[in-house]
């Protein structure tokens, strides 16, 4: 599966990777996750949309 333009609430100014993939699994409810990659990430600073 590839996800392109995803945004997503972080707590702080950075996150890891890991802590990206494993944020990305648990927000989007995926089982039974193989390997995750993350590539060309972006923290953008903007108030969430989420309501």
Not at 7 to 24: H, M, Q, T
């Amino acid at each position: 599966m590839n996800g392109h333009d995803f945004r997503l609430d972080i707590d702080g100014e950075d996150i890891a990777d890991e802590a990206l993939a494993d944020y990305l699994v648990r927000d989007m409810r995926l089982l039974m996750v193989g390997a995750v990659r993350i590539r060309n990430r972006r923290i953008i600073a903007e108030a969430h949309k989420r309501v």
